[in-house]
Each structure stands twice: as C-alpha cells, then as structure tokens.
C-alpha cells in the first residue's frame, strides 16, 4: 500500500471543476503529512488539465469517454486503484461522485465517508468530519484498513492550493470500452427563458414549509415589494410549484446574491452548496435548531406567513 | 419487468436527534420512510403501469415497524412485500447493502430502484453498494427511466440544470432523485385494509459487511458563526427585518 492520494478529477465542458481544485489542495496538505504524492486521475478526452497542483496527473484520453459515463468511470477508478493501491481515494460528493465513491467502497472493501467537511491526520490515521442527518449533526469518524474513500462536499476547501501547472500524461483505458452496459446518448440542457435568477441582487427563497403552491403568490408579493425574485428549493420544484429555473443549490444554481430571504428552508448540505456565499442572509424556520441558522446573518423563529404578511403591511 | 424497490427505514431529520454516546440515540427519535424512496417508489409504479409486470418491495426491518412502510407500498402499487427481520437501528448503509443483495440476487430482478441517498447514508449510499454486492452498474440522480425491450432510457441530473440521456442494458441498479410525476397518495383507509390482509415476507439477515468507520463523536456542528436570533411577535420581528433591510438599501 502506497502513501498516495488520488484526486479522482471532476470536468465539465473541458474545464476542470473548483471541485477538484479544492481536492487536490486538501490532498496536498494531507500528503505532505503521510509522506506520499498527489495523483490526479481524469477521465475523458480533450479536457484541459494541466493546470492542477498534483504531483502527476494522469489522463485517459479516450473520446468514447468525453461525456460521464458511472460504468466506464466507475471501473476505470476501480483499476486504477487496484494498481495504484493509494492511501486515500478522492470523489466529489457530486452528481459523479456519488455515482463512483459507494461502488468503489463496495467493490473493494476500502471504507467511505461521504458528506466530507474535513479530513485531517491525527497521529498518523486519518480523521474526517462528515455532515450527517441533513447537517443537523457532525459525523467524526475514523476509517479503519489500509485504503479510504473520502466524498468531499462542493465548496469545502478553498481552490487556490490546488491549483497549479503539473503537465497531464496520457494513459490507456485500463479497460475494454467496447462492451460497456451504459451508453451516453445525449447532453440535456438548462430550460431557457424565464429569469436568470443568479443575475439577481435580491432573492426571496422559499422552502417546503410554504407548503402549497397556492401560497408561492404570499412570497411573489413579498418578492415585488423588495425588488426581488422568488428562489426555491429542490422540493418546491420538484413539486412543480416553481419551475426548475428557480432552483438553488446542488442540482440547482449557485447564486449569490445582496439578500438572500429564506422562508422555510431547512438549509440542507445541498441546498448551502448553492447560496452559502450570498452577502446578507435572513432565514425564517419554525425549527430552532434548522441547519440554516448556522450559516444565516439573521434569524428568526417564527411562522413564514405571519412574518410574511407583517412584512408586507410595512413594505 | 420483475422491479425491486428499496426501502430505508431512517430518523426523521424533523426531530431533535439527541445524541447518545458515539450515535444518535436512536431510542428516543421517529424512524420514518426516507423521502427519496417516495420517489423511487412512484417511478417503479409508472413502470410497471406502462409495460407489466412486479413490484417487490423490501427493506431492512431496522426497529421492527417496517410492516408500516411495506402496507404503505403495497397501497401504492407494490405487489409484493418483504422485510429482512433484523433489529439493528444502527445498521450502516455497508450492513444494509449486503444483507439485500443476499435476498434480492435470487429474485433475478430486471431493475432495482433506491432512493438517490438518505440523510444518514454517512458511509456512501445503499444503492451503489448495492450494485457493488450485486456486480450490476449504478446511476444515481436519476429523474426519469422509460423500459423498451431490454434497455432503459433514463436522464441523469448534473448541476445548474444540466443533466444526460443515458441508455442502459438491464438489470441495473438505479437511484432515483425524482419520478417523473409526484408521488401518487395513497389513502388510509386504503393502507388500514392492505394492513389486515397483507402477507409480508420475512427473511433473515445473511452475509457480513460493515463501513469500516469508527465513530469517534457525533454532535450538533460547532459553529463559528450563527444567525444573530431576532425575538419577538411575527410583528416585531417583521419591524425588524424591515428595518435591517431599508439601512442597506435593500428596501
Ligand atoms: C443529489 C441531490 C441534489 C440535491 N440538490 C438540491 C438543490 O439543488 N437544491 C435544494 O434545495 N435541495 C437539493 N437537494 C435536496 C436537499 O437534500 C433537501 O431535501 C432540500 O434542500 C430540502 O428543502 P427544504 O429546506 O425546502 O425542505 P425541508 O428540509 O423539508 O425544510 C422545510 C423547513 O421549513 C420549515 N417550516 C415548515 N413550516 C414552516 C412555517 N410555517 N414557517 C417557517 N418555517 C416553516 C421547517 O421547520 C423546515 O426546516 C438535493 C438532494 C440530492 C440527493
Ligand atoms: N453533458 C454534461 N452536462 C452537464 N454536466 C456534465 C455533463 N457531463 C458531465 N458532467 C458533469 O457535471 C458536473 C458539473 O458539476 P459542477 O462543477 O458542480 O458544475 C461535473 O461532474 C461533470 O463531470
């Protein structure tokens, strides 16, 4: 078993994501502690990828890998890792990531801490913070054997320390591409029109605890009022009282905006990773001890349409 | 088309979630369904409704009330019922995986659904681990999946609205973030009557895997910072947000 860390490489449209910046800075850190070397792992063709700070980044530079493909991916990493046998195995807890980090713990019996915040050594062993329960709780857990998965959540480390000018080398697929099960057919992208809500300086979010469609017109006016657009979280969306374009967080968009209002919005990992940046935040949750007031300006624990209406008797 | 669907029994983020000693005190908290598998559960019934066949539905009985969960699935659309007896609340996502890949790689299903991730998947999630176990691909964030002759048609999310169209061969495992139609209510009195008749398959746990990770502590986060707490009547705190809003120009 080698000291090693491998980054597994995160890309979108030929540009490596901050994702995998943030890692291979946190890999750096931690591989000067173990005594071993950064190694940065991207699959797929034509991505630009010299410009990491690992200490050598290899490519599999196959087209029929351009676009994610969790099978091919999947076992790339898995015989990557057989024959690198690193110390530390690095994912983004991302769409991709989480396609990839449970397999490959499955599949080689190396434990996985998905959710990472942190990772840091102590005494030698590795120690990782992980969000558990939506963030309500902290999760300090130490990985037992020879090999760990650590699935690092978007926006956990700054980038800057990873990023650098290690020249990429090309590698072949450790496997065969031609009998794979899953084939990408085709990119889908963003709905258009309606308003660009990461273009706003002000932002009214709803959360579940609006509770029916027929109330998102209390947070329209409330919005109109302050200059404002109404935002969303996943469930409002999903629930198709809001369309997908109002989404923020994971899956959604980042925004960051001057005002960021929350009414009813729990502030889970996955919806932070899209406005933990905005400039004022004010969050308003029936439950005291909701996520969000962790990470808001202001608070408040009350009832949403209470505040709400008495907010636009004064507006 | 013989469909599983996985169900996970789980606390309930609503509640307190008091902590005793490296766990949360799991005694004292609601187990309720995790809500993604509400999702995968209604993009199995739309399968099924398209092109025929089963639905089975089984979970990892982790507190003994998952006869709950399966009357629920069974009044929405599940034909078949089935627990894994095996009494363990802190049962890890690697614990889970395993004991149902031993029952479900027998039951030679065409597709197996999971919710795309729970809150207390710390260890990864069920359904990758799942596939591992089993030795079928995995996709996850799934928000659609249409069946033809052996291949599935399914979109996958990315961020920001980005997503892909993927073609699958069968069997696969899938995690599903959204059905392509909210979920369809099922009511009480529906879920009381399949309660009195329902006949629920019971099996034992088999076959050993853990996470591997050692809890050190389990807490609410230390933060540096937290939301400076306005108190006071809907109307004062509304008066003060009003306030707050209009010194920074923000109204
Ligand atoms: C792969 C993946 C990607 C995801 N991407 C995203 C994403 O992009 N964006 C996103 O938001 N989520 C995303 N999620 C979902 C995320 O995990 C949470 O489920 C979601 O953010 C919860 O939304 P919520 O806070 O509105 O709902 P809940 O967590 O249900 O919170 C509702 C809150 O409203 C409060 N409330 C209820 N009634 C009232 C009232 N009358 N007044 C005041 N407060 C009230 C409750 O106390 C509660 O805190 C993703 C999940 C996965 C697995
Ligand atoms: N066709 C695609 N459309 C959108 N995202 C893609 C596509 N192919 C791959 N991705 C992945 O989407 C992710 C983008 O995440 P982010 O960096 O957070 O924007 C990366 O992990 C990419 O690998």
Same mark, same amino acid.
């Given at each position: #078993? ?20 943030? #890692? ?13 070397? +950064? ?56 769409? #991709? ?18 959710? +990472? ?9 590795? &120690? ?12 300090? &857990? ?54 660009? %809500? ?7 979010? +709803?959360?579940?605890? %609006?509770?029916?469609?027929?109330? %998102? ?11 404002? $657009? ?6 409002? $969306? ?9 989404? +923020? ?42 996520? %969000? ?23 | 088309?013989?469909?599983? @669907? ?22 004292? @908290? ?29 979970? @990892? ?45 027998? *039951? ?7 919710? @795309? ?36 048609? *399914? ?73 400076? *707490? ?22």
């Amino acid at each position: #078993m080698s000291k090693d860390i491998l980054v597994v490489a995160e890309h979108f449209n030929g540009k490596i994501a901050d994702v995998t910046f943030e #890692m291979v800075g946190k890999a750096r850190e931690l591989a000067a502690g173990l005594g071993g070397k +950064v190694v940065a792992l991207v699959i797929g063709a034509g991505v630009e990828a010299n410009d990491l700070a690992s200490d050598a980044t290899l490519q599999v530079n196959e087209p029929a890998l351009t676009e994610f493909n969790p099978e091919a991916y999947a076992r790339i990493v898995e015989a990557v890792v057989q024959e690198q046998a690193p110390r530390l195995v690095m994912f983004g807890w991302t769409s #991709m990531g989480m396609d990839l980090a449970a397999w490959l713990s499955g599949r080689t019996g190396a434990p996985c801490a998905a959710y +990472v915040r942190d990772l840091r050594l102590e005494n030698g062993g590795l &120690v990782i913070s992980c969000q558990a329960y939506n963030g309500k709780l902290i999760a300090e &857990v130490e990985p037992q054997g020879e090999m760990t998965i650590a699935a690092c959540l978007a926006g956990s480390f700054p980038t800057e320390a990873g990023r650098g000018a290690t020249a990429a080398t090309s590698i072949p697929s450790p496997i065969a591409l031609d009998s794979l099960r899953v084939r990408f057919v085709e990119a889908i992208q963003p709905p258009p029109g309606d308003v660009d %809500i990461t273009t706003q300086a002000k932002l009214v979010a +709803v959360g579940r605890g %609006i509770g029916g469609k027929e109330n %998102i017109e209390l947070a329209e006016e409330l919005a109109e009022k302050l200059g404002a $657009v109404v935002a969303a979280s996943r469930p409002v $969306v999903d629930a198709g009282w809001l369309p997908r374009t109002r989404q +923020v967080g994971k899956s959604g968009l980042k925004v960051k905006p001057k005002l960021y209002l929350m009414l009813g919005i729990s502030g889970a990992p996955e919806h932070l990773e899209g406005m933990k940046d905005a400039e004022l935040i004010i969050a308003i949750n029936t439950d005291k001890k909701a996520p %969000i007031f962790n990470v808001a300006h202001y608070g408040a624990t009350a009832d949403l349409f209470e505040v709400a209406e008495a907010m636009l008797e004064l507006l | 088309m013989n469909i599983v @669907v996985v169900l996970k029994h789980i606390p309930s983020v609503a509640d307190e979630l008091p902590v005793r000693g490296n766990q949360v005190d799991f005694d004292s @908290v609601d187990f309720v369904l995790n809500e993604w598998d509400e999702q995968s559960l209604e993009q199995a019934a739309l399968i099924k409704e398209a092109l025929g066949g089963t639905v089975t539905a089984i979970g @990892v009985d982790v507190i003994g009330e998952l006869d709950n969960l399966l009357h629920l699935a069974l009044a929405k659309g599940a034909d078949r019922a089935v627990k894994i007896a095996a009494d363990d609340a802190g049962a890890d996502s690697h614990r889970q995986a395993k004991w149902l890949s031993e029952a479900i790689r027998p *039951m030679a299903p065409d597709l197996v659904l999971v919710g @795309v991730q729970a809150s207390n998947d710390i260890d990864g999630q069920l359904g990758p681990l799942l596939a591992a176990y089993l030795d079928l691909p995995y996709i996850g964030v799934v928000s659609s999946i249409e069946v033809q002759d052996g291949t599935a048609l *399914m979109n996958k999310e990315f961020a920001g609205g980005f997503g892909a169209r993927y073609s699958v061969r069968l069997p696969f495992v899938a995690g599903v973030q959204v059905a392509p139609k909210p979920p369809r209510y099922a009511p009480v009195s529906k879920i009381r009557q399949i309660a009195q008749t329902a006949k629920i398959e019971v099996l034992e746990p088999s076959g050993e895997a853990d996470s591997g990770l050692v809890f050190r502590k389990v807490a609410p986060p230390v933060v540096s910072g937290h939301a400076e *707490m306005i108190e006071g009547s809907p109307k004062e705190i509304a008066a003060r947000l009003v306030a707050l809003l209009k010194e920074r120009g923000l109204a």
